[in-house]
């Protein structure tokens, strides 16, 4: 099975830009979806962003155009792209993955995810 691990968190100001890291380890990337989940304090994880194994990409409404998201096979990672952050961006953000290739926005269809990184985004 895949084991993903979170990285690039940290605390910036509103309007700055922060990339994350996941690494996968134990299996190749290519047949898996990929995705971000975020999950602030008091609140559901939800769905960020995702990519599926063909390069198909999915987000949601609220970081449209703020996020992106892509990922390397070769190197066996997934990033995320924040610009333009704002204070409700403060979340955990978790990597997940699903075998199949495929993206989906509801968290039960991943079946791995990592421990998360924690993003700060100061007013």
């Known amino acids: 099975q ?3 691990v979170e990285s690039g968190g940290g ?4 309007g700055d830009s922060l990339r ?3 690494a996968a380890s ?3 990337l290519t047949p898996y979806g990929m995705a971000w989940f975020r999950q602030a304090p008091g609140k ?10 063909s390069g198909y990409t999915l ?4 970081v449209k155009g703020r996020f992106t998201i892509s990922r390397d096979n070769a190197k066996n990672m997934v990033y995320l792209e924040m610009n333009s ?3 409700e961006d403060t979340a955990v953000y978790f990597c997940a993955a699903r075998l199949g290739g495929a993206v989906y926005s509801e968290k039960r269809q ?6 998360g990184t924690q993003v700060t985004v100061s007013a």
């Open 2 to 4: 895949v084991q993903l």
């Open 11 to 14: 605390l910036v100001q509103a």
């Open 20 to 22: 994350l890291s996941c």
């Open 26 to 28: 134990g299996r190749a």
């Open 44 to 53: 559901e994880r939800e769905f960020a962003a995702g990519i599926a194994h």
């Open 59 to 62: 987000y949601a409404d609220s």
């Open 85 to 87: 952050l704002k204070a």
């Open 110 to 115: 991943y079946g791995y995810w990592g421990q």
